[in-house]
C-alpha cells in the first residue's frame, strides 16, 4: 500500500458518491490539503473511514476530487489506461465498421477529464483536467501499443482548462496536425484538427442526421449553424432537392463545400449570423421543408440559462417562421447546464411564438459512442428535438 494522500468526506456527505457518483465537491470535504499540488492521485474516504476509491485531486476547483477508481490505491498508469482504453475500443467496434467515432467519452468511459476522437489512425485527444494532464505520458504510450495512431493531435484548448489552472494549447504529440477525411453514414466529410471546433468534428449528432437525411428526398433544406455541413451533406445524399448550409464561419463553409463536392453533391454556403439571416429569410417569405438549428452552446454555465434559455426560444421562433407547412423544424442544444425539460419548453414556447403548431416526433441525445455516466446527468449533454409543423 502506499501512503498517498486521504482525501476525506465530512459526516453524512457523499450521499451521491456514495450511489456511484465519479465527482466530490469542495463543501463534501473534511479541510482541503492546499499543499498539494492541482492534479494529485488521492485517495478518498468516508468520515467513518470507510474505503470511497481512487480520484484526482484539485483544490482550486468546484470539483475537488474526480474519481476514476472505486478502490483506493488505484493507479493511472500505463497498464490503467490500456485496460480502459480497450474496453472502450470493443466497445465502439460493436456498433461502428469503421473506425470514425468518440473514443473516450470522459467519465462515460471511466476516464474523468479526458475526451478522444478517432479518426481513422488520427487520434485527437482533449484533456480538461490537471489530474489527466500529469499523466500524458502514460496515456500516449497506452494509445501507442493499443492502435498505433499515425498521429496523435492534443486539442487542449477549451476555455474549462482556466478553471483547473491548465495553460491552452494546440500541439501535435505524433505527426502533424491538418485536414482529415472523415467518414459518417455512408458520407465522406473534412474536418480541421488544428484549428476547427472542438476536436474538429462533432460526432454526436450521427444519428440524428441520418434521421434528417432519410426525410429530405424531393426536399428543400436549410442547415443552420451548419459548420462543415453535417446535417446538409447528408441531406444532399439523401435526395434533397435543395440544401443551404448556413454559417458565420467561412473556414467552416469552405470545408462544407469541399465535403459537398467529394460526395459529388451540390449545397448552397451562406455566410452570414444565423438570427439576422433568419430573419432576412422571415421578411421574404422564404420557407423550408426540413430546418435544422443546431447551434454552439447558448448557455455556457449557469449563470448564463436565463439569457440563454430566451435565445433558445428566439431561435425556435425564427427557425419556425422560415419551415413550410408539413415541414420538419430539428432544434438542438449541446449546453448541459439547460435541462431537456427546460430546452424543450423554450422550443415550444418559441415555435408557438412563430404562429405555428407541432408535434414532437423525436427526441434524442448523443450516439452511443458519447456514453452517459448513470449518476453524472451533466454527461448527457446534448438534446436534440424534431418536430413536425403544421
Same mark, same amino acid.
Given at each position: 500500500m502506499s501512503k498517498r494522500p486521504v482525501v476525506t468526506l465530512k459526516p453524512k456527505e457523499g450521499r451521491r458518491a456514495r450511489a456511484g457518483a465519479p465527482w466530490i465537491f469542495s463543501n463534501e470535504v473534511?479541510? $482541503? #490539503?492546499?499543499?498539494? @499540488?492541482?492534479? +494529485?492521485?488521492?485517495?478518498?474516504?468516508?468520515?467513518?473511514?470507510? %474505503?470511497?476509491? +481512487?480520484?484526482?485531486?484539485? @483544490?482550486?476547483? $468546484?470539483?475537488?476530487?474526480r474519481l476514476f477508481a472505486r478502490t483506493l490505491d488505484?493507479? %493511472?498508469?500505463?497498464?490503467?489506461?490500456?485496460? &480502459?482504453?480497450?474496453?472502450? *475500443?470493443? $466497445?465502439?467496434?460493436?456498433?461502428? /465498421?469503421? #473506425?470514425?467515432?468518440? *473514443?473516450? &467519452? /470522459?467519465?462515460?468511459?471511466? =476516464? @474523468?477529464?479526458?475526451?478522444?476522437?478517432?479518426?481513422?489512425?488520427? =487520434?485527437?485527444?482533449?484533456i480538461t483536467i490537471a489530474g489527466m494532464e500529469l499523466v500524458l505520458a502514460q496515456l500516449i504510450a497506452a494509445l501507442n501499443a493499443l492502435l498505433k495512431p499515425t498521429t496523435i493531435i492534443l486539442r487542449n484548448d477549451t476555455p474549462s482548462r482556466a478553471l483547473e489552472g491548465l495553460p491552452s494549447y494546440v500541439r501535435a504529440e505524433l505527426g502533424s496536425a491538418g485536414r482529415v477525411v472523415v467518414e459518417e453514414n455512408g458520407a465522406r466529410y473534412f474536418a480541421d484538427l488544428g484549428s476547427g471546433q472542438k476536436t474538429g468534428w462533432y460526432y454526436d449528432q450521427r444519428d440524428s442526421r441520418a434521421f434528417i437525411a432519410g426525410l429530405a428526398r424531393g426536399r428543400s433544406v436549410l442547415d443552420a449553424y451548419s459548420y462543415t455541413g453535417g446535417f446538409g451533406i447528408l441531406a444532399a445524399q439523401g435526395g434533397a432537392s435543395e440544401v443551404i448550409c448556413l454559417d458565420s464561419s467561412e473556414p467552416a463553409l469552405a470545408l462544407a463545400e469541399e465535403s459537398a463536392a467529394a460526395n459529388r453533391l451540390s449545397v448552397r454556403a451562406v455566410k452570414a449570423d444565423v438570427f439576422e439571416?433568419?430573419?432576412?429569410?422571415?421578411?421574404? !417569405?422564404? !420557407?423550408?421543408?426540413?430546418?435544422?438549428?443546431? #447551434? #454552439?452552446?447558448?448557455? !455556457?454555465?449557469? !449563470?448564463? =440559462?436565463? %439569457?440563454? /434559455?430566451?435565445?433558445?426560444?428566439? =431561435? /425556435?421562433?425564427?427557425?419556425a417562421e422560415v419551415t413550410a407547412p408539413n415541414g420538419i423544424l430539428l432544434l438542438a442544444s449541446c449546453s448541459h447546464n439547460i435541462p431537456l425539460e427546460r430546452f424543450a419548453s423554450e422550443c415550444a414556447a418559441g415555435i408557438s411564438r412563430g404562429g405555428r403548431n407541432a408535434s414532437l416526433i423525436r427526441t434524442a441525445g448523443a450516439g452511443p459512442d458519447h456514453p452517459v455516466h448513470p449518476m453524472l446527468p451533466e454527461s448527457a449533454y446534448l438534446k436534440a428535438l424534431v418536430y413536425a409543423l403544421d
Open positions: 473534511a479541510g $482541503l #490539503p492546499k499543499e498539494l @499540488p492541482p492534479g +494529485s492521485v488521492v485517495d478518498v474516504k468516508f468520515d467513518d473511514g470507510q %474505503p470511497l476509491g +481512487s480520484g484526482f485531486f484539485n @483544490p482550486k476547483s $468546484l470539483i475537488t476530487v488505484a493507479n %493511472p498508469n500505463r497498464k490503467f489506461f490500456e485496460r &480502459h482504453l480497450s474496453r472502450a *475500443l470493443t $466497445l465502439r467496434e460493436q456498433f461502428y /465498421a469503421r #473506425p470514425f467515432y468518440r *473514443l473516450v &467519452h /470522459a467519465e462515460g468511459d471511466g =476516464l @474523468p477529464g479526458l475526451v478522444i476522437d478517432r479518426f481513422g489512425d488520427v =487520434l485527437v485527444v482533449q439571416e433568419l430573419t432576412r429569410l422571415a421578411t421574404q !417569405k422564404e !420557407k423550408f421543408d426540413i430546418v435544422v438549428a443546431d #447551434p #454552439p452552446p447558448f448557455v !455556457k454555465s449557469k !449563470k448564463d =440559462l436565463e %439569457p440563454g /434559455a430566451k435565445a433558445y426560444r428566439k =431561435l /425556435a421562433r425564427l427557425a
